[in-house]
């Protein structure tokens, strides 16, 4: 799946400020891999909830 190599402090999302900082890394890594893509308008939307449906997206994505 990958491995996150460097330490990066903010991700391309609208809603940047909104991610944990301990998130972060991890939420830039999966979004470079195509894995995630946010909710529409560049936003990940943190502090939301994700459906059936975008979970089962994020692992077709990742094992596609």
């Given at each position: 799946?990958?491995?996150?190599?460097?330490?990066?402090?903010?991700?391309?999302?609208?809603?940047?400020?909104?991610?944990?900082?301990?998130?972060?890394?991890?939420?830039?890594?999966?979004?470079?891999?195509?894995?995630?893509?946010?909710?529409?308008?560049?936003?990940?939307?943190?502090?939301g909830?994700?459906?059936?449906?975008?979970?089962?997206q994020?692992?077709?994505?990742?094992?596609?």
């Open positions: 799946i990958g491995k996150v190599d460097t330490e990066i402090s903010e991700t391309s999302f609208a809603d940047d400020a909104s991610i944990s900082s301990w998130a972060k890394n991890g939420v830039a890594f999966a979004s470079s891999k195509g894995y995630v893509n946010g909710k529409g308008d560049n936003l990940f939307d943190p502090n909830d994700a459906t059936r449906a975008e979970l089962a994020i692992f077709f994505n990742m094992f596609k």
